[in-house]
């Protein structure tokens, strides 16, 4: 049956390209505010690896059935991606910004983890494809996205340091 993993897939789809027209005005209206991009460099590399992630399973796992298991803890994670989006509200990129004397976020779920957008696009990356039971592609761009977060992640926090010193 194709119908629900073109559903899924529709669905994702539509949610990043909602969040990259909403990264984009967050983007241009902290920029405006006076705010700077930090170490751009990794993001081509980011966005090919997603965009890579995404289109590849727009390929292979069209006509494949969806486990209930996984795509219940797929779901689980929009939630919390959900969570994060609101909690940040215009702050919310995709990009390294960084407004001057802005405080860090720390309600939501920043009270538990310092980058839970990351981890919740950790457990998408895995997850999405283990519920078309794709394991190899699950560890194949988890492993891609580790070493482009442990960059980003390092920059971001190198970032935050500068600002709060």
């Known amino acids: 049956m194709l119908w629900p993993s073109i559903a899924l897939l529709t669905f994702v789809t539509l949610q990043r ?7 984009r005005h967050n ?6 505010r006076g705010a700077r991009e930090h170490a751009p460099e ?3 590399f980011m966005v090919a690896m997603h965009t890579t992630w995404l289109i590849g399973l ?18 689980v994670l929009q ?3 959900l969570w994060v989006l609101v909690t940040l509200k215009d702050r919310w990129t995709t990009r390294i910004i960084i407004l001057p004397r802005a405080a860090l976020v720390t309600k939501g779920p920043y009270r ?3 980058h839970p957008n990351y981890a919740v696009v ?9 519920a078309f039971g794709m394991p190899l592609y699950a560890a194949i ?6 070493i482009i977060l442990a960059i980003r992640i390092r920059a971001e926090n190198a970032c935050l340091r500068q600002t709060a010193s």
């Not at 983007?27 to 405006?32: R, S």
């Not at 950790?122 to 283990?130: K, R, S, T």
Request: hydrophobic share 65%; no cysteine; proline share 5%.
């Open 122 to 130: 950790v457990g998408e990356i895995a997850v999405l494809p283990l």
């Open 27 to 32: 983007t241009a209206a902290l920029l405006a």
């Open 141 to 146: 761009f988890s492993l891609l996205n580790g």
């Open 42 to 44: 990794h993001y081509p």
């Open 58 to 75: 727009w390929l292979l796992a069209i006509g494949r059935s969806v486990d209930p298991a996984w795509f219940v803890l797929f779901m």
């Open 79 to 81: 939630g919390l991606r």
């Open 17 to 23: 390209l909602a969040e990259l027209v909403y990264a």
């Open 112 to 114: 538990f983890l310092s």
